[in-house]
């Protein structure tokens, strides 16, 4: 059984860039999470996704934003790239909503903006 | 608002030695409390969790008991092995609105267990 799959799974933009990050949640999860992990930091939330829909979004500007698909699958897009956007971004998923399941979370994409 | 305070690190200990990782957090209601580890080049790893005061959550030799009375959800293990080498994050998770709980995760703690 597949975890949660992430890509890629290494990417350099340069400053001003777009870059889009994909995720597939793990078979039977309907909600996705993306996470920001500064190197030496904890994962810092930026938004979640269930039903196509963003639910929750963390303290992330507007350059950071999101898609789930039907089929679960999730995108993460940031605009106009800073240095400072440089860091492991998580995709985690959970088995649904309004209860507290447990996240799995994938190997991450590793961004570095130059 | 919500959040969690870990030891710094890195802990360095031999092998066999004791393990303690402490933990606190701070939140407005009644949490749910977890331990996640984090291999090199890896995700995050559910290690184990509690989600009442007193419980005890335990897996692969770790455990940890959710302290209301002192906010803490210190990691242990009793002989530590090279391969528990890793980094640790202690999280709380709490239902924000309507149903969504997402977990707020501390700076992480770096093991390192030598031969």
């Known amino acids: 059984d597949a975890g949660v799959t992430q890509s890629p799974t290494h990417l350099i933009k340069t400053r001003g860039q777009q870059v889009t990050l994909r995720c597939s949640p793990k078979s039977g999860h309907d909600t996705v999470s993306w996470y920001q992990q500064a190197l030496g930091q904890g994962p810092q939330f930026i938004f979640q996704y269930y039903e196509e829909e963003e639910r929750q979004r963390g303290n992330f500007p507007d350059r950071f934003s999101g898609h789930q698909f039907p089929n679960y699958s999730s995108e993460l897009n940031v605009n106009a790239l800073l240095l400072g956007d440089s860091a492991l971004y998580l995709c985690a998923s959970s088995p649904g909503w309004g209860e507290d399941y447990g996240y799995t979370f994938g190997s991450g994409t590793r961004l570095t903006v130059v | ?115």
């Open chain 2, 1 to 115: 608002g919500n959040s969690v305070t870990q030891m710094e690190g890195p802990v360095t200990l031999s092998e066999e030695a004791f393990l303690t990782i402490n933990c606190t957090y701070t939140a407005t209601g009644y949490p749910s409390l977890f331990w996640y580890v984090q291999y090199p080049g890896e995700g995050l790893q559910l290690l184990l969790k509690a989600t009442k005061a007193d419980d005890k959550g335990s897996n692969k030799g770790f455990e940890a008991t959710y302290r209301k009375e002192t906010t803490s959800f210190h990691l242990e293990k009793g002989s530590v092995q090279v391969s528990d080498s890793a980094v640790y994050f202690c999280a709380l998770s709490i239902d924000t609105s309507g149903g969504s709980y997402i977990p707020t995760f501390g700076r992480g703690t770096s093991l390192i267990v030598h031969p």
